[in-house]
């Protein structure tokens, strides 16, 4: 195992809290030249702690992305499925309208980046969380058959980055979202 020097680690720590205020002023197009100038190190230093973009991103919406996927888990158990996944995908919504570059960050096709990892930094862990939920409500005629979590997924993507400067996004964006559920749903008698 690898063990960082305290100023490697100090470093890290110092580039994370500069990419997350950077990401959430300018968006998941940040400059990494500027996050490195404003922390105070080379651009050197944030390739060696972030090889890529994507490794960034990752790093600095890991702990949200964490969050949503432990609560997906959360609510497998709930006897409503309809409801459940209807609670998650809220949450994804509110997070995705109101943390600037997460939305961009899930449509980020990273094929095109060959030595970037093959995996969304945020797609790939809310894909594999959701779908549980999604097949369940489908198995349960909560949700028409065929629709899939990378349907919902996309559908958020797009709800966030049409509200992202809307005065209350996250609002915006849940009633957006409520407006899609009566297309991918079918009411509850």
């Excluded at 972030?50 to 990752?58: D, E, G, M």
Aim: charged share 25%; with cysteine; aromatic share 2%.
């Amino acid at each position: 195992m690898h063990v960082q020097r305290a100023d490697a680690r100090r470093n890290y720590a110092r580039l994370l809290a500069v990419a997350e205020d950077a990401i959430a002023a300018h968006g998941a197009d940040a400059s990494l030249e500027q996050i490195a100038r404003t922390a105070g190190v080379g651009s050197a230093t944030v390739r060696r702690h972030f090889p890529s973009r994507h490794a960034l991103l990752k790093a600095v919406f890991r702990e949200r992305v964490e969050t949503l996927c432990a609560h997906a888990r959360d609510l497998g158990d709930r006897a409503d499925s309809r409801a459940a996944l209807l609670e998650w995908l809220s949450a994804v919504t509110a997070d995705a309208a109101t943390i600037r570059g997460l939305a961009v960050a899930l449509t980020r096709d990273l094929a095109a980046d060959p030595g970037a990892e093959n995996e969304n930094c945020a797609s790939a862990p809310l894909t594999e969380a959701g779908d549980p939920l999604v097949r369940r409500a489908v198995r349960e005629g909560a949700l028409r058959p065929g629709v899939t979590i990378e349907d919902l997924l996309t559908l958020i993507t797009g709800i966030a980055l049409a509200t992202e400067h809307h005065q209350d996004p996250a609002a915006e964006a849940n009633r957006l979202l409520d407006l899609t559920v009566v297309g991918v749903s079918p009411r509850q008698g």
